[in-house]
């Protein structure tokens, strides 16, 4: 089976509910999920309901609206599952922790957050690609928080202050990038 064809059998086995598939998903994708929760103050029930919530999500979105996959499954959905656990970091520094308080977010609201948060993500990824492979380069050091003076040396710059202006154009061009496509605003309102 091809690469392709094995990723199509992935997530169609999300949309039909077919457990072989399931489980290969499971095993093929959970350790690394395991391990990234882990390092990243999780639990092992932790890191089980990022993986639950991920499979839910992706096979709501798949069912709902027809969608592909450009790069390999995998990494797509191990990129949903970081996302899932993100999001879960961040509410719960926000929550209260009170046991007698009932948690209001419904299963179908949070799903629908996920893929809402989802679909912001594909949509800076894909316009990501779309701008210079320089920009991306340099985008990518400072989104890793790369100091500017390690980014001048890495890119042949001279000055930290060249390496600003040029993280400076690169982010205008990303963002112009992304409010000009149609789904920008779509995302923007929801």
């Known amino acids: 089976m091809t690469d392709q064809k094995y990723d199509d059998y992935l997530l169609q086995s999300l949309v039909t509910g077919d457990e072989s598939g399931i489980r290969e998903i499971y095993k093929k994708i959970y350790p690394k999920v395991f391990k990234y929760v882990c390092k990243h103050d999780g639990t092992e029930d932790d890191a089980k ?3 639950q919530k991920a499979l839910l999500q992706l096979s709501v979105r798949a069912q709902v609206k027809e969608f592909s996959i ?3 499954f995998e990494g797509y959905f191990f990129t949903t ?3 899932v656990w993100r999001r879960e970091v961040k509410m719960s520094k926000s929550r209260v922790t009170n046991d007698a308080v ?3 977010i419904h299963e179908e609201k949070e799903i629908a957050l996920a893929a809402f948060e989802q679909e912001k993500w594909e949509l800076f990824q894909e316009k990501l690609q779309e701008i210079s492979e320089n920009c991306r380069k340099v985008l990518k050091f400072f989104f890793n928080k790369i100091p500017y003076a390690k980014i001048a040396d890495e890119m042949d710059y ?3 202050n060249t390496v600003r202006q040029r993280i400076f ?3 205008k061009k990303l963002k112009e990038a992304i409010q000009s496509d149609s789904r920008y605003n779509e995302l923007k309102e929801l």
């Open 49 to 51: 309901d990022v993986m």
């Open 70 to 72: 450009t790069s390999s």
């Open 81 to 83: 599952c970081k996302n």
């Open 102 to 104: 009932i948690d209001l």
């Open 158 to 160: 001279a000055t930290e």
């Open 169 to 171: 154009k690169c982010k």
